[in-house]
């Protein structure tokens, strides 16, 4: 069912992020995802902070663009509703969608603790604007903004 979970949100994640094709791979990824019990994260990712059930780590090349990451999910403590949205949610920020908020409970990007297993319209929104070709690494807030300017 994890695997599936993966399968499925890459298919989506693919429909949604343009250029950029996903797919999995048995070797020479530059995203790696673990299932494995929590306590052995930092076993596989030095900079794991402890208690959390899922987790990514990203490294950049001199662009500033995401180059390679690694993906960490909890195999023990977690039902197969938590395992799916954490899967979703960290592949998801691994990709360039780094913090959560807690303006949004029907977001995968809530900072609360849920089991949403789908994108919500504002996530998909979200990711399609990050993956936009006029949006380059290292911009900033009026950068962006300056690419959509507000409509009335």
């Known amino acids: 069912a994890d695997l599936q979970t993966l399968d499925q949100v890459v298919s989506e994640l693919n429909s949604m992020v343009g250029e950029i094709n996903l797919e999995l791979v048995d070797e020479g990824a530059n995203l790696e995802v673990y299932f494995f019990p929590e306590s052995q994260f930092s076993d596989i990712e030095p900079t794991y902070v402890p208690t959390n059930l899922g987790f990514f780590r990203v490294w950049f090349n001199g662009q ?3 180059q ?3 993906v960490l999910i909890a195999a023990d403590g977690t039902t197969q509703a938590e395992r799916t949205h ?3 949610e960290e592949l998801t920020q691994s990709l360039g969608l780094f913090k959560d908020s807690w303006e949004h409970s029907d977001s995968i990007f809530y900072e609360g603790w849920t089991t949403i ?3 919500g319209p504002l996530d998909e929104a ?3 604007l990050l ?3 006029q949006m380059e690494p290292g911009m900033n ?3 962006v ?3 959509y300017p507000p409509t009335d």
Do not use: V
């Open 117 to 119: 297993d789908k994108y």
């Open 68 to 70: 390679q990451g690694r």
């Open 126 to 128: 979200t990711i399609r």
């Open 86 to 88: 954490l899967i979703r």
């Open 141 to 143: 807030r009026s950068q």
């Open 145 to 147: 903004r300056s690419l």
């Open 64 to 66: 500033g663009a995401i």
């Open 131 to 133: 993956y936009q070709p």
